[in-house]
């Protein structure tokens, strides 16, 4: 009896390996949804939306993006993360604010990025830029440090939103050069940027949509986030390379997929992204909208994750970030 229950149980393992390796290997065979984050029309949705065209075509299949907006992402996030079948099927184009500077803004999440997400791969890196008021004094780093230190002038600056990466990435620039700055939050970048233009604030934390203002004179450029340059924003200087030592707070776009998909579609999935941001139309459309198109391995992209949640997280703790 005791033969025939080991035989039967390697039977049966025999079985689901080889069922696992054939729906692996037949991968994908139907439709794959795609769920983003983000309202539909937006900066994610575009990229999201021109990504999946052509993963498409690689896979032999269609990709159907599902908007799952609300939270700053975290509702779309949360979905793939606790609901969606670890086979491949769903997709998510995640963002800082929901999968690395999320969970130390927000740690009653419902869901735990290292925990419930895979990583698949970037799409892209997005330079926040730092505008000034046309009248402010301060032109460079070093200026900036003297005017805040000073004590006679409190420094403000505007980003889209509490817990937005440009919200972040201002405070992460005044707890690297040690001063204090006040942060205006808006909802959204353009009302910031309007402010700055205007003098109601001295600087912005804006996307790339800021950059005509800069080139037209209605702003002056500080400097951008990202530690090395933009690709996108090649004439733009980092403010790392302006003094702001080993400083970088960019925003990303990146795929992933449930914690348990397994490595092989992961793989698939991976190939299909990184062969649509190859594609030259796919890089010049992204370059226009000032992002830059940045493929990765599934396992670079896991370690450029856990290299930003370590970043946000220290932040969060040593800067004592509120954001409730």
Known sequence: MRVRQILAAGLL?????????????????????????????????????????EMAKTLGQPV?????????????????ATRAEPDGYTILLGSPGAVTAGPALFPDLNYKPARDLAAVGLAVKIPNVVAVNPGFSANNISELVALAKSGKYKVTYGSGGIGTSQHLAGELLAYTLGIEMLHVPYKGTAPSITDAIGGQIDMTFADPTVAPYIRSGKLKLMGITLGERSKALPDFPTLAEQGAKGYDAGNWYGFLVPKKTPAPIIEKLNNAINRALEKESVQKQLLSMGMDPSPMTPDEFQQFLNKDTAQWSDLVKKAAIKVR
């Open 13 to 53: 393992l025999g079985v689901l390996a080889t069922s696992f390796a054939t729906s692996t290997a037949a991968f994908p065979n139907r439709p794959i949804t795609l769920v983003v984050a983000f309202p539909a029309g937006g900066g994610v949705d575009t990229v999201g939306r021109m990504i999946g065209e």
């Open 64 to 80: 159907i993006v599902n908007n799952r907006p609300g939270a700053a992402g975290q509702l779309g996030t949360d979905f793939v």
